[in-house]
């Protein structure tokens, strides 16, 4: 693919990247495959003051589609949120590591509410939060892009609704197209091949943050329900093995640390295929810091109050 490379400095919020501005609420529909990268975007999703989340959609990635759903009930419920719509995605294949992949970092938690019935799947969700929705919609994909393919084939004018996908995964087409994109690869360039501008932030060479040991420690001294989350998905000692090694990195957070502070990215490379958007370099010790800041905060408007019993059975040490 012939690429035109341009270096873009992020040098305003409002000036380069319009619809982020701190002033204005961005509103997203969130794409997840649930692994534990994505539990922690979720946790760092209801600390972002200028974000509004509309819907939430799982998919067949690092988890199952059903096992993501009853994950992010319970964090829904552990962090005493008002159930945002939720939806199911369909099943693409079962890798040999699924099993393990369902339950690592969930062993602490009780077994999640029996929904009282059959949970609506992703493109009814999907469809109706873009079509109920009067503000531009920001689509966040973390796991494949299975879901919103799916809505593109059956109506392509939703595409009218949505101002960006930012996506973690690589263009089908590339050298590098990553897990998520090749987990579907023909929903990866249904979507790369839309009209919908593209933001990919799959990092590559120094990009990634290790999320180490370290960092994790730090975590688990702020005394707020979100930092609490990640401190228990992550206090499983198969979790804390991986702390140092590249299956332990500060992946799928990316994106909604840049969607807080777009200021961190200090380039991107854009090519001519498509309105796409690559993630190149950021200021890593800022978004460490940025991290942590969000943690700290307890978002009232979402995540309304712990009540004594809705974390009981999770108590923090």
């Not at 619809?19 to 997840?32: A, E, H, N």
């Not at 692994?35 to 922690?40: E, N, P």
């Not at 959609?57 to 319970?74: F, I, L, M």
């Amino acid at each position: 693919m012939l690429k035109k490379l341009v270096q873009i400095l992020i040098i305003g919020t409002i000036i380069i990247f319009p619809g982020f501005s701190q002033k204005s609420p961005t509103t997203v529909i969130l794409d997840t495959d649930m692994g534990l990268d994505d539990a922690r975007a979720l946790a760092l999703l209801f600390c972002s003051p200028n974000i509004q989340i509309k819907a939430v959609v799982t998919s067949d990635g690092s988890s199952s589609p059903e096992a993501g759903y009853e994950n992010v009930q319970r964090i829904f419920r552990y962090m005493n949120i008002t159930p945002i719509p939720t939806g199911i995605g369909g099943p693409i294949n079962t890798p040999p590591w699924r099993e393990k992949s369902n339950t690592l970092g969930w062993t602490q938690w009780p077994p999640p509410d029996q929904p009282k019935k059959k949970p609506p799947r992703a493109m009814t969700i999907i469809e109706s939060a873009l079509n109920h929705e009067k503000q531009p919609v920001t689509y966040i994909c973390l796991g494949p892009l299975t879901n919103l393919a799916e809505v593109i084939q059956k109506d392509r004018n939703i595409l009218k609704h949505v101002t960006r996908v930012l996506y973690f995964g690589n263009a089908p087409d590339s050298k590098n197209p990553a897990w998520n994109t090749l987990r579907d690869i023909k929903a990866a360039t249904l979507v790369f091949e839309s009209s919908i501008p593209v933001w990919s932030f799959a990092p590559s060479g120094d990009n990634p943050i290790p999320f180490d040991k370290s960092l994790y420690d730090r975590i688990d001294k702020i005394n707020t329900p979100a930092a609490w989350l990640i401190a228990l998905t992550h206090r499983d000692p198969r979790v804390q093995k991986q702390f140092g090694t590249k299956h332990s990195m500060i992946w799928d957070e990316t994106i909604i640390l840049y969607l807080n502070k777009p200021e961190l990215v200090a380039s991107m490379e854009r090519t001519d295929k498509n309105p796409m958007f690559r993630f190149t370099a950021w200021d890593k010790k800022k978004a460490v810091k940025l991290y942590l800041d969000l943690l700290k905060n307890d978002r009232p408007s979402i995540v309304k109050s712990m009540e004594p019993s809705s974390g009981q059975d999770l108590q923090h040490d």
